[in-house]
């Protein structure tokens, strides 16, 4: 058995090695459980908006030590073919691969002074009054007095200790994508994001992330339209996206199986409660991913360090919830409105990608929020002065669809 650790996080991926850092930081004594051995693979498409980068200043001073690639244009494409380029001064996405990014949040979070049990698969979880005891396959046991969950979309923490009773259909999606050296296959515009909206038909979305050495490739669906619209098996849906963009002129090469990797995602917003007594969820593990860009490591990292100063404050679990919802309480109850409004009606996808192109103003609005000039309630606030009228039907609707 383990012990004399203040806090143990499960997951040691950007929450949980966000979490450890800013916990050892404190002068707490963390311990990181997480079930692969770093540098690991990570399915994701490894967007770090230039946010992030401010919000964790050591984070960026850190970027040098990883391959990265700056991206100043996002192309986004509507059913129908509308589409609409934004530039920004500044980067609006840093891209990362994730096995170097999370092996560097974890590197930082060891020289911060917290330790790393590799190889710690949890599967039985229980609270007693002095902590929570984590028991691991290999036989191991774990304890302390608090614990972060940062487990991922499928947290054993949560789900063992009734956080989590199971997501509903329509809370996950299901991302098909591969990540694939540039001598198998490349983006021919290497400078750009693209993103397409609803790219065949049911609720999904496409991408091509380029790399410095490597191509992101993938198109997803939320699970509940996946299941109703879907025929094809994951990769060939893949694979036949693939083809239809290199047919198109915006990818060189072709789909290659090795380097696929589905994956899911949470796209329904925060679990009903994120922390109670000795347990806090962090990242995928609690839901926060913002629900209609998908993003998802600004919001693990920071409920990762919102998580770990509640802790040191506390431990208060009120204090963790009060935190979070006032930092991303709003893009995470927004975010998972627009999912819904826009998904509804796929018409409605298509006016806002023209109605960006046809209004300079609301193009800015959009490059300020990607690339960090200004945060999410001052791009808020903007736009309710600019644009009134579109701001009261939104909200007339989100209080409609919430009665």
């Known amino acids: 058995m383990t012990a004399g650790f203040d806090a143990i996080i499960v997951g040691g991926g950007p929450a949980g090695a966000t979490a450890a850092r800013s916990l050892a930081r404190g002068g707490a004594r963390a311990l990181v459980l997480d079930r692969a051995a770093f540098p690991r693979n990570k399915p994701c498409g490894g967007g770090l908006t230039w946010r992030t980068l401010k919000r964790f200043p050591d984070v960026e001073a850190a970027l040098p030590r990883i391959s990265t690639h700056a991206i100043r244009r996002i192309y986004m494409e509507a059913p129908g073919g509308a589409s609409v380029s934004i530039e920004t001064e500044e980067p609006a996405v840093v891209l990362v691969r994730r096995i170097e990014f999370d092996h560097l949040l974890l590197t ?27 028991e691991a396959r290999d036989g191991r046991v774990f304890e302390a007095p608090v614990v972060v969950a940062a487990d991922g979309v499928y947290s054993t923490v949560a789900r063992r200790l009734g956080f989590n009773p199971g997501w509903p259909r329509d809370h996950v999606a299901i991302d098909m994508m591969e990540e694939t050296p540039l001598s198998r296959l490349r983006a021919v515009e290497d400078g ?9 038909s049911g609720h999904g979305y496409g991408y091509i992330f380029p790399k410095r050495d490597y191509v992101n490739v993938g198109v997803g669906y939320v699970v509940s339209s996946f299941k109703t619209s879907i025929r094809e098996a994951p990769y060939a849906l893949h694979a036949a996206f693939v083809a239809g963009l290199t047919a198109r002129g915006l990818l060189k090469g072709e789909a290659d199986r090795s380097c696929f990797t589905p994956y899911q995602v949470p796209v329904g ?31 693990a990292m920071v409920t990762g360090d919102l998580a770990a100063r509640a802790i040191l404050d ?54 300020d929020y990607a690339s960090g000039t200004d945060t999410y309630e001052g791009v808020r606030r903007r736009f309710a002065l600019k644009f009134p009228r579109i701001a009261a039907k939104l909200a007339i609707r989100y209080f409609t669809h919430r009665s």
Request: aromatic share 10%.
């Open 108 to 134: 930082m979070a060891r020289e911060a002074g917290a330790e790393v049990a590799e190889g710690a698969d949890v599967t039985r979880v229980s609270e007693h009054a002095a902590g929570v005891r984590l």
């Open 192 to 200: 750009t994001l693209w993103v397409s909206f609803a790219p065949g």
């Open 314 to 367: 506390g431990p208060s679990p009120r204090l963790y919830e009060r935190l979070w919802r006032r930092e991303i309480g709003a893009e995470m109850r927004d975010a998972r409105f627009l999912s819904r409004y826009a998904f509804a009606d796929l018409s409605r996808v298509s006016r806002l990608v023209r109605g960006v192109r046809a209004c300079p103003p609301l193009a800015r609005l959009l490059a």
């Open 269 to 299: 917003g925060p679990l009903r409660t994120t922390a109670r007594r000795r347990v806090y969820l962090a990242g995928d593990a609690g839901g926060f991913v913002n629900g209609f860009s998908a993003e998802g490591i600004y919001f």
